[in-house]
Nanobody, 126 residues
C-alpha cells in the first residue's frame, strides 16, 4: 500500500521561501516518478512539478518555473519541493503524488498520478 506523508507547510510572507517534504513508503521508491500538486480555495487541483524516477528529469508548471525546484532522495525515499520567491497566489494545500506505473514514459503528465498524500497548507501573506 502506497503511503505519502507531506510536511513543511506554513505561513510565509511574499518573497519568502518554504521547503516541502514528502516521505513515501509501500513500494520501491526509485522505480516511480513523483509529483507535487496544489489546490487553492474554490479552485481545482493543479499540477505544480514532477520528477522522474532517477531524478535526472524534471517538469514544471509555467506558473512556478524558475521559482520552485523539485528534488528527490532515493536513498531516503523522499521527495521535496523548494519554493522561493513565493507569491500570495501560491497559497494552497500542496499534495505529494505518485503514479501507478513504474518507469512511465509519460511521467510528466498529471493524469499519471493516482496516489495522494493528505496535503500540507501553504499560506503566503502579502
Amino acid at each position: 500500500q502506497v503511503q505519502l506523508v507531506e510536511s513543511g507547510g506554513g505561513l510565509v510572507q511574499a518573497g519568502g521561501s518554504l521547503r516541502l517534504s514528502c516521505a513515501a513508503s509501500g513500494r520501491t521508491f526509485n522505480s516511480y516518478a513523483m509529483a507535487w500538486f496544489r489546490q487553492a480555495p474554490g479552485k481545482e487541483r493543479e499540477f505544480v512539478a514532477a520528477i522522474a524516477w532517477s531524478g535526472s528529469m524534471t517538469y514544471y508548471a509555467d506558473s512556478v518555473k524558475g521559482r520552485f525546484t523539485i528534488s528527490r532522495d532515493n536513498a531516503k525515499n523522499t521527495a521535496a519541493l523548494q519554493m522561493n520567491s513565493l507569491k500570495p497566489e501560491d497559497t494552497a494545500v500542496y499534495y505529494c503524488a505518485a503514479p501507478q506505473r513504474p518507469y512511465s514514459r509519460t511521467w510528466y503528465g498529471p493524469n499519471e498520478y493516482v496516489y495522494w498524500g493528505q496535503g500540507t497548507q501553504v499560506t503566503v501573506s502579502s
